[in-house]
């Protein structure tokens, strides 16, 4: 197999790996000196076997144009929806996306997994202000707001809305923004300029601009992709 992979390679072929799909690629000496990720549970031997690959255990995938390697089988969707994204446009990968009923965009450099403790307490947490800050997707909402009505300091509301999320207060505020515009897009007749207003966007330029950003297409393109046909 290993040498099959190198002779495909060799031949200009584009070698991708899903999960533990990495360590044949490694065996067979398609990693050396590159970037690669594979399951995070398999990090640790993975290095072992192969120290002269880079590796980074905490992404979805990795990307070095003819060798392509993701995380786990759900990554590898993500990594397959990014090569016909780069192949054959944005459209093409929204509705392959809308066909398997999976996301339509995941950064591969988005975190495989996030550890969350769970609060001894739940009131000391931040889950009962990120449900009050979605019913409020259409205002303004500033962090000290957050952090007041969690009853914490900014510093502390900021620490634990990381440790509960991954994510910062503000980037997980545009995440759900983003979300809600996309659902509104999917499920209602709203202009684009009423779907800005009402996920907290403001204007339709501000909108277009973050998602295209997100999955690279316009509203209407994802809407045109993504609105269920009757």
């Given amino acids: 197999m290993a040498a099959a992979l190198r002779a495909a390679h060799a031949r200009g072929a ?5 999960c533990t799909g990495a360590f044949l ?18 990090a640790d031997q993975f290095r072992r076997l192969h ?6 255990p905490e992404v979805l995938f990795i990307d070095c144009g003819d060798v392509l390697t993701s995380a786990g ?12 994204r780069t ?47 979605r019913q409020r997707l259409d205002e303004p909402v500033a962090l000290r ?3 007041a009505h969690a009853r914490m300091s900014v510093r502390t509301f900021t ?11 503000a980037r997980w505020l545009l995440q759900q923004r983003t979300d809600h515009a996309r659902l509104l897009l999917e499920t209602t007749d709203l202009s684009v300029e009423a779907v800005a207003r009402r996920s907290g966007f403001g204007t339709a330029a501000a909108l277009r601009q973050r998602l295209h950003e997100r999955v690279g297409v ?13």
């Fill in 159 to 169: 620490r634990h809305f990381r440790s509960e999320t991954g994510l910062s207060p």
């Fill in 87 to 133: 192949d054959h446009g944005s459209e093409v990968a929204n509705r392959a996306a809308r066909r398997c009923v999976v996301p339509p965009w995941r950064d591969g450099g988005q975190a495989q997994y996030i550890e969350r403790p769970v609060p001894r307490n739940p009131d000391t947490g931040t889950a009962a202000t990120r449900e009050w800050a």
């Fill in 14 to 18: 584009r070698i991708m790996s899903i």
């Fill in 25 to 42: 690629l490694a065996a067979a000496g398609l990693l050396d000196g590159l970037r690669a990720t594979t399951h995070w549970a398999y």
């Fill in 218 to 230: 316009s509203p209407s393109a994802y809407r045109r992709a993504f609105r269920p046909r009757v």
């Fill in 73 to 84: 089988v759900a990554a590898g969707i993500d990594l397959c929806l990014h090569v016909v």
């Fill in 145 to 147: 707001e957050l952090a």
């Fill in 51 to 56: 120290p002269g690959v880079e590796l980074d």
